[in-house]
């Protein structure tokens, strides 16, 4: 079955469904009655299963937000930034130490935002390639460290960390564990318990297919006890809108401290009912699956993939652009193809450009948006041979 009409191929905002359009076109609902909470449960319930956590009730006043486990979800009004804003915030004071290593730009952005409430060593490693773990390692045996955080996926250049390595660090180390997983969570296997992270931030517009402007947080009981002695002793972060203490008293109640993002829980909870009737596995296979064929098909046609071989994300891929093509090839997708992907950003700015395999992006729309961007490849007087491109995807 072909695909017709647009491709949306960019690495989130994602198209959502049709369902999940439609229930945030329903009618207002105060924040404070019964009718909320239902969202809230139905909503916390769907993200203990897209966090990989146990199951918790789908129902109000039974506890929607914790499980078997060790971790509680909380629901942010605002996008994954706030939420890991949130973590940042409570979690540390402006002495601890937190290693932040990075390889691209929204790893950058973590280091940059702790920096504002904690002491950060920044180890700012080229785009696309990964980690130095022996110097993480080397880092962390120094001792004195309270955490590590990371952006696990980074869209920026299409590279996935190892997370199962550095939480054997965090381990062995006795430190925080502390995951940005804003494009992993409901895309890529993620595993808080077995890797002992404090903290996983996820955003709906990403991997669920959700609304963008709300994010969650999974939060292991450690971490709202480092929180609250925090808080206790009196030397926290200033927070307000973002204290996490706040929003933990009002967790039990299937509510949130302050206006939550009424509309947006209603359609990210109808989203996360599609993922969980796909099944998480088989979301991520889905994505691994369509990310291989796009990485193979352009790698076979010469195309130079930005990120580490052995880290390329499943949910993005990063193409660097052929001698003699810029970004006004994206234009002319998006114009006359009506194909959308994503440019580069900062020192890579018309460099490169990402495909994004995230999300409910059927097969077929993956195909097809390959497809076109081949042909616009060749207007563009970039010699390509004819491909069979299903090949690829079979």
Known sequence: MGHSGDCFLVPGTVRMNQACLEAMAGPTITARGGEFREVMARLNSGLRYTFNLSPSSDLKKNQSWSGDDDYKVIVVSGSGTAAMEMVMANRFRRNDRVLVPTNGKFGERVAEMGSRFCIVKHLKYEWGRSFDLGEVEEQLARGNWEAVAICHNETSTGITQDAVEIAEMCKKYGVALIIDGITSVGGLPVYPEEWGAEAVVVGA????????????????????????????????????????????????????????????????????????????????????????????????????????????????????????????????????????????????????????????????????GCKRMLECFRECGHDLPETDVESYFQ
Not at 210 to 232: E, K, L
Not at 310 to 329: E, F, H, K, L, N
Not at 352 to 365: C, K, Y
Request: glycine share 8%; with cysteine; net charge negative.
């Open 205 to 368: 517009q990403k991997c669920t297919a959700g609304p963008s402007g709300i994010a969650a947080i999974a939060v292991s009981s450690h971490f709202i006890d480092r929180c609250t002695a925090i808080r206790n002793q009196g030397d926290s972060n200033p927070t307000y809108y973002l204290d996490i203490l706040a929003a933990l008293k009002k967790g039990d109640d299937d509510q949130t401290p302050w206006t939550p993002a009424i509309n947006l829980a209603m359609g990210w909870a109808v989203a996360l009912e599609t993922l969980k009737s796909e099944g998480l596995e088989q979301r991520w296979n889905r994505c691994l699956h369509m990310a291989k064929g796009v990485r193979t098909l352009f790698g076979d046609l010469g195309f130079e993939l930005l990120a580490d071989e052995y880290a390329r994300s499943a949910t993005v891929t990063a193409i660097m652009y052929p001698d003699g093509v810029d970004d006004s090839w994206r234009t002319l997708l998006r114009e006359k193809y009506e194909t959308q992907v994503i440019g580069a950003q900062d020192h890579l700015k018309g460099k490169m450009f990402r495909v994004g395999s995230m999300g409910e992006t059927p097969l077929s729309e993956m195909v097809e």
